[in-house]
């Protein structure tokens, strides 16, 4: 049995309220989260790459040749400058990218390797490869066109994949795995083969009209979140590649200053989220009379690129001009592709690129925490030729607990009916096995490494969570819930690194009518970080 900590539960959040989000003027659930107190100390297992917090910044960057192409040279710090605002920073630590790789046994295991997020030891450091087919924002004869082309990459390359691939869709109104991470390239071929190109109906009946577009973002947003929080816990770099068009660009002579400012909101939430699990996003749309390409293809483009934007916008928050798909690619880290129609070569481009990267740390010289300031970054290589390309920055401002409630509803809202499993805590629920337990009592179990652990005189801690139980129908839809805020209480001396032990919660969720399954999330009230897990009901 697994050591637990204690727990005291009480509420200390509201019941959850539904409303009508103004962002996508659609049933969403909104909650009030708790006034922001002291934050507490870092969660012990919180991973170190790709975090902010006032004294570390964590970069992977992609070094480049003159033809585009990445490059595994073996360089070290003095061979880089990394800039925050224009000022030269110290660089901490360098890795190479040999240090990003599969372990001895899952090397061993082959095609028949087995890799599940919840158990992510099997990735070792390895990056990942998240391919992600648009059949939301894209029209019907591109997103067959995408399709055929994902099929003629996935074709070509080696029947055992060189790292960790899954594929995913995303259809009106719903977000769909259709292949678990494999090395095996013959099932994801098999996978694609089972699903067949679908009419995006919201794109075509609705594209420019009334709500539409702001629906479409709102979905594409949320799927971005299911991929960053699902797949969190793996330690290496995810590199997602989203084959379609993309988001659609909010013309803000349509909305309202709350509106433009909730959308603006929500997109620096999501790029954080994006960052803080390491997700790097690389689009190709297929459409090939789309106008402009953001692709870099040498270093002269990229230092005309960089030249340009900074003369431009300065520090300025890469939101502030446009609420823009293509925005998001190079913020963290990759790039978006428009007006081309050779996309099978430019998936596998856009692989290649995330499959080798030095991971470099640093310590940022300014200490000032500006409210909603956005801090640029940028890589320099300072070997001839060589050209490195990392995330754009960061948003500072808030503190990482301040964002976590402000964002509570919006991140609950997307856990409530997600398509895949939350894997960001490791959660784990069971009825209450006393024999005096009330009805619909369940015992809700979260691994205490994923916590953050507030520090006590004592040297006692605790962490609080958000707990919410869903009711789903058959249909993957909401019927009810029950949300509550609860408190864990570790003893002085606890291991709370151990990733054995849990939090164990006492939780009362009586199902909903024709109720099939009860969805229990748990959410790290400092960080944001969810996990969940789905209890079949028996057919009542």
Known sequence: MPQSCSVSAHRWLPPLIFAALTLAATPSLRAQPPSPSQPPAAA????ASLTVNARLVVLDVVVTDQAGKPIDSRLTADDFQVFEDGKLQRIRSIEPPSAHALPPATVAAGASAVFDPA?????????????????????????????????????????????PTTLLSVYDNRFKLLQGFTRDRDALLRALAAAPTEYAWQLEVNGKADHGPLER?????????????????????????????????????????????????????????????????????????????????????????????????????????????????????????????????????????????????????????????????????????????????????????????????YDLTTAAESAVPLNGLRVTVEPDPSPNRGPSTYIVHAGVAGLTWKPRPDGSATASVYIMAVSLNAKNKMLGHTLLGMTANAGPGANLGDAAKTADFLFTAPPSPKSAALRFIVRDSATGRMGSVDLPLATR
């Not at 300025?316 to 880290?333: E, H, K, M």
């Open 44 to 47: 012990p297992d919180s991973p």
């Open 217 to 409: 973002l709102d979905q594409s947003l949320r799927a971005l979140e299911e991929i960053a929080q699902s797949y969190a816990r793996i330690p290496g770099r995810k590199n997602l590649i989203w084959v379609g068009g993309g988001f659609p660009t909010v013309d803000p002579q349509v909305l309202d200053g709350d509106d433009l400012r909730e959308i603006k909101d929500t997109l620096e939430h999501v790029t954080d989220v994006l960052l803080d699990t390491r997700v790097t996003l690389y689009a190709v749309d297929p459409t090939s009379t789309a106008p402009g390409m953001t692709e870099i293809t040498d270093a002269t483009q990229m230092a005309f690129a960089m030249a340009a934007a900074d003369g431009i916008a300065g520090n300025a928050d890469p939101f502030n001009a446009s609420d823009d798909f293509d925005r998001l690619g190079p913020v963290t880290g990759g790039r978006v592709v428009r007006g081309m129609n050779d996309i099978a070569r430019q998936i596998a481009s856009s692989v290649d690129l995330g499959a080798s990267f030095y991971t470099i740390a640093y310590t940022p010289s300014s200490t000032s925490d500006s409210a909603a300031q956005y801090r640029k970054i940028r890589v320099v290589c300072l070997r001839a030729g060589l050209t490195a390309t990392t995330r754009g920055g960061y948003y500072s401002g808030q503190t990482q607990q301040q964002k976590s409630a402000a964002t509570a509803a």
């Open 119 to 163: 158990q992510p030891a099997s990735f070792g450091r390895s990056p990942v490869d998240i391919l992600v087919l648009d059949q939301l924002n894209t029209h019907f004869a591109d997103s067959s066109f995408a399709r055929r082309s994902l099929h003629d990459y996935l074709a070509g390359q080696p029947t055992l994949l060189p790292q």
